[in-house]
């Protein structure tokens, strides 16, 4: 808790409030509004917000060998972040669900259709100043058997690579997506899945 709020806290136990710091960090985080102080609420003038949308998907495409996942990674050829490597991804279509989002995705730019498809329960959170939103993007995660052949679409990638989840710091920018592919190694690879996120297709 900041200086501010401890001081706000003191306050509210003078004024008789029974659990100052519980009620400042509920009613202060979930209302916008100041310290409750003597059973009062006051609510702070919301100027301006900024959306939060959820219009994106992400898909991480793994291969399992000698009990470690290898990861695909994409390299892009588009004037934004151009030359960065990143997972699959892209916008959600009218009518289409989520996880059909991601394997319309996964054939578009690498065309491979996992064996098995997971929603991974993990979302990647970021601001999108082009649309002045925040954006929180599912996460799936697809098992590859065999050694697959990628197929990529030029337009948006012009190469691609299999990595460890110890290499992913040395291609990825985002820490987001590192985070990402280290939560996958520990709870999709090192371990089942849980069958309740399965992806039914």
């Known amino acids: 808790m900041s200086a501010n709020a401890n001081h706000d806290a003191s306050s509210l136990q003078t004024a008789g409030v029974a659990d100052p710091v519980h009620t ?23 100027r301006q917000e900024i959306p939060i949308r959820s219009f994106s998907i992400s898909a991480y495409l793994v291969k399992v060998e000698r009990g470690r996942g290898r990861y695909l990674i994409l390299r892009r050829v588009s004037t934004y972040l151009h030359g960065s490597w990143q997972q699959v991804s892209g916008r959600i279509e009218r009518g289409e669900t989520g996880w059909q989002a991601a394997l319309r995705e996964i054939r578009e730019e690498t065309g491979l259709a996992p064996a098995h498809f997971y929603s991974a329960n993990e979302i990647e959170l970021f601001y999108e100043q082009w649309q002045n939103c925040i954006n929180l993007v599912p996460v799936f995660v697809g098992f590859l058997e065999g050694d697959p052949e ?27 997506q590192i985070a990402t592919i280290e939560r996958l190694e520990a ?10 996120l399965r992806v039914h297709t």
């Open 187 to 196: 709870k999709f690879v090192q371990h089942n899945p849980s069958d309740f």
């Open 24 to 46: 400042y960090a509920t009613v202060g985080a979930l209302a916008h509004c100041t310290p409750v102080a003597a059973g009062r609420v006051i609510a702070l003038e919301i």
């Open 150 to 176: 990628v197929v990529l679409s030029p337009t948006e990638h012009d190469a691609f690579r299999w990595i460890s989840a110890e290499e992913a710091p040395e291609f990825l920018a985002s820490g987001t």
